[in-house]
């Protein structure tokens, strides 16, 4: 799957993992992007590291919370979206999906790289972390 990554450092984080995550995450990557282009109001994406993982923020709009993704340390076959665990995105998709995604206490929906992607769930989250500050005002 060829990427177009413009952030050197973000490209040469995904460069970093193993061939099989890699690609897991690179989908899950796409899939930030894309419904971030698809919600009104969420404008540019910026494409950045935090704490070593590729992180999107939406520095010109300010409308939400910044996403980043990566392994579970813990566990070589999964890997994580994560969420600002000071908001209250996490506890809201455990009541709203408690059987559909995994969770990793209230930063984190955890996904095993075995198991197809749960798209429309996590189109849901994703949008909701992407407006967070704007449906809290």
């Not at 559909?100 to 095993?112: K, S, W």
């Not at 075995?114 to 500050?133: G, M, Q, S, W």
Request: net charge positive.
């Amino acid at each position: 799957m060829k990427e177009d990554i413009e952030n050197a450092d973000v490209a040469r984080a995904f460069a970093a993992y193993p061939p099989p995550l890699r690609r897991k995450l690179l989908v899950l990557r796409r899939l930030v992007l894309d419904t971030a282009a698809a919600t009104p109001g969420v404008g540019e994406i910026e494409e950045t590291l935090k704490w070593g993982e590729p992180a999107y923020l939406t520095s010109a709009s300010k409308s939400g919370s910044t996403l980043r993704l990566g392994p579970v340390k813990s566990s070589p076959s999964q890997y994580a979206l994560y969420f600002n665990c000071k908001t209250t995105l996490v506890d809201t998709f455990r009541t709203l999906f408690p059987v559909e995604l995994r969770y990793e206490g209230n930063r984190a929906i955890v996904l095993d790289s075995a198991e197809a992607l749960p798209r429309d769930a996590l189109v849901f989250c994703i949008t909701a972390a992407l407006t967070y500050h704007r449906r809290k005002s």
